[in-house]
Structure formats: structure tokens, C-alpha cells
């Protein structure tokens, strides 16, 4: 979606409103840098246990708009929880330009399409909503159809909260924002309230869009959320055997 050159949206609203926009974002928008972010994910502590399966479904900021694969949420997340001894798999089923109702349209079929059952899914959407103007209603709605299918399947969840900016109104804002919450409890989900906290407000962490984190920004998020992620995976009562 363009934005006028007039608009008097700040960079932190911006990154509220149209994060995970993807499809419609600058095709030059480069790609940032990790140096300084790097060190979080370093392998400290041996890998063991048995291989632990996580599906990150969302949109572009799951997708790695802007950046090299390598340096995506889904695969700088493996990485973190590596270094932690966790024997990870992150499949990234993050497709930019991803609203919510996209997503369920395509939520059963990820799910069949993984040849193992899932440890946990970590469910991110809501932004390109925003962008698009539609309601909290219909956001609550799909995201509800997600986890409920989660819930059938016996497979955890990690729901990655957005919020909405102050211009869109109180009342939408209220709705939007307690959406996240309201269903974490719901279904017992694990939750992050809001996706974008730990760099919302910087803006040198965002590619040139405004709107996409760099490769930096992608460490900060990692290093801000992959604790909730330890967290939200289920028990291991398997003996620990180091991985190959």
C-alpha cells in the first residue's frame, strides 16, 4: 500500500501499522547489519536431547523480507535456542503479505504438510490486517480458528502479539490490542504481547521502509522473545543424548 509522502505517521507507528506489510514494501530495501547482535546466539552449552520441531507461521517478519535466509526470525531463533542446549528445528512457514485470514486459508495445510508433529507452533499475524483497515473482529476471529485447530491437534501454541497505533481510535485500539490476550487465555497459549517491543522505538534497527527489521533488529527480537519460546515448549521426559 503506498503512503503519502504527507503523512505525519511517526517511524514507531509506522512499524506498528504496517509491519509484516511484505508484499507491498520498497523491492530495494537492503538488508542490515548482525554484527552487534551476533554474540547472543553462540553456542555455549552442548545441544542435547531429542530434536524438538517448531513451525513459525506468520507474515514477512517471519518470512525475512529484506534479509538473506539465514538471517530470518525462524533461523536466528534455531540458532538462539541451540546455543541454549535446546535441540531445535525451525520450519519457517512465514509468507509475506500474510493477513490473518490468509493465513488460516493455508493453516491446515502447513500443518499436514510437516513430517512430524509440531512441539509448538508460534503463530505471528495481525499486522497486514492493520495496514488493510479491517476489524479486530474479523483479526480476533481468524486467529481464533488457528489456535482452536492447534488445540485440536493437541499441539501447543505461542500466539506473537501486535498492537494498534493511537490514531486508529481508543475503541479500536482497546479491541485490537486485547485480542492477543484474550485468546492466549482462551486456549492456554503462551504469549508475547507485542511482537515488536524491544525495537519498536528504534529506528535504526528498521530497514529503509520503516516498516522491516534489519538483520540487527532480527538479533534483538530473537534475543528479547526466545526465553517465552524456551518456555512455551512442552516437557522433555526423554533422557538427554547429545545431538549430532
Known sequence: MHISTSSK?????????????????????PSGAAESGGDIVEATIPVSGPERHI??????????????EDASYPSRLQAALR????????ANAGVSGDTTAAGLQRFEFTLDAQEEKPDLVI???????????????ETRSN??????????RDIPALL????????????????????YGDLAEKY???LVPFFLESIYQRPELFQSDRIHPTEEGIEELVGATVET?????????APDEPAE
Not at 486467529?143 to 485440536?152: G, S
Open 123 to 137: 503463530v505471528e499475524l495481525g499486522g497486514n490486517d492493520l495496514l488493510r483497515g479491517l476489524s479486530p473482529q
Open 160 to 179: 506473537m502479539g501486535m498492537r494498534a497505533p493511537p490514531n486508529y481510535g481508543p475503541e479500536f485500539q482497546r479491541e485490537f490490542d486485547q485480542l
Open 143 to 152: 486467529l481464533d480458528a488457528m489456535l482452536a485447530e492447534l488445540q485440536e
Open 55 to 68: 513451525v513459525a507461521f506468520g507474515n514477512s517478519l517471519f518470512a525475512g523480507y529484506g534479509v538473506d
Open 9 to 29: 505517521l511517526l517511524i514507531p507507528a509506522l512499524a506498528l501499522v504496517l509491519a509484516a506489510c511484505g508484499a507491498d514494501a520498497p523491492a530495494d530495501a
Open 188 to 190: 492456554d497459549a503462551a
Open 83 to 90: 546455543a541454549r542446549g535446546v535441540n531445535a528445528d525451525v
Open 229 to 237: 519460546v524456551v518456555g512455551a515448549l512442552p516437557e522433555d521426559d
